[in-house]
């Protein structure tokens, strides 16, 4: 019930297409799903967010896309480029829970081609 | 550079022994989360303290402790340790107690238990 989980596990794509990663959960009190990057060497960093109120948010060439009654949420990233090659995490929390404890997928490393 | 600060960057160390990881926030943030990541468990939640008490927990082992100080900073002592412990220890802070705040992590601290 408190998994998120995220698919693929990597991903290769060229320059200038779409990376597309997906994510399902199950528990139907989780009502924030970050998206989080990671580089190399580095803590992740939060990259865009979404309600379970909205089906798409866009911020750029990054777009999260959600489907409440499906349990499912994935992140489109347009006109990929070789600097959005590292890992991403998907993420939900529920907010209600008094805690801002965070349940991660188990992360997809993108690899951008140039 | 995020704002938070992870010290040690790196540790190695025997098995059975003890130590401490220290993490300061960044500047105005009150809530810590402690992030274990490894290869094969992704990103798991250990603990959460938000101005000083703890808030929420995970699936934290009893060798496991944390504290937050008055000065916000806080620190993650290991002890009893084992093989399995060698991860990537990420500290993350937030302005406020939920995780739709955002997380700012560290860069974090690599353990390697020998």
């Known amino acids: 019930q408190q998994q998120v989980k995220q698919s693929p596990q990597s991903l290769i794509v060229q320059k200038g297409g779409i990376s597309i990663i997906n994510c399902a959960y199950e528990?139907?009190?989780?009502?924030?799903f970050p998206w989080y990057q990671q580089f190399p060497g580095k803590g992740p960093a939060l990259l865009i967010a979404?309600?379970?109120?909205?089906s798409e948010k866009k911020e750029g060439r990054f777009t999260i896309s959600f489907n409440k009654s499906a349990k499912q949420f994935s992140l489109h990233i347009m006109d990929s480029q070789p600097g959005d090659s590292a890992t991403y995490f998907c993420a939900a929390s529920n907010d209600s829970s008094n805690t801002g404890k965070l349940i991660f997928g188990q992360g997809t490393t993108l690899q951008v081609k140039p | 550079d995020s704002g938070v600060t992870q010290t040690p960057k790196h540790l190695i160390t025997a098995t059975g022994q003890r130590v401490t990881l220290r993490c300061s926030p960044r500047s105005g943030d009150l809530s810590v989360y402690w992030y274990q990541q490894s290869l094969d468990q992704g990103l798991q939640f250990l603990i959460q303290y938000y101005n000083g008490e703890e808030r929420a927990k995970g699936n934290i082992l009893e060798r496991f402790s944390a504290q937050q100080f008055p000065d916000l900073h806080s620190e993650l002592n290991l002890s009893s340790l084992e093989l399995g412990d060698s991860a990537l220890y990420f500290c993350?802070?937030?302005?406020?107690?939920?995780?739709?705040?955002?997380?700012?992590f560290g860069s974090g601290t690599r353990l390697t238990v020998v």
């Open positions: 993350a802070s937030s302005v406020g107690d939920r995780a739709n705040y955002g997380y700012t």
């Open positions: 979404i309600r379970p109120d909205v």
């Open positions: 528990n139907t009190a989780f009502d924030y």
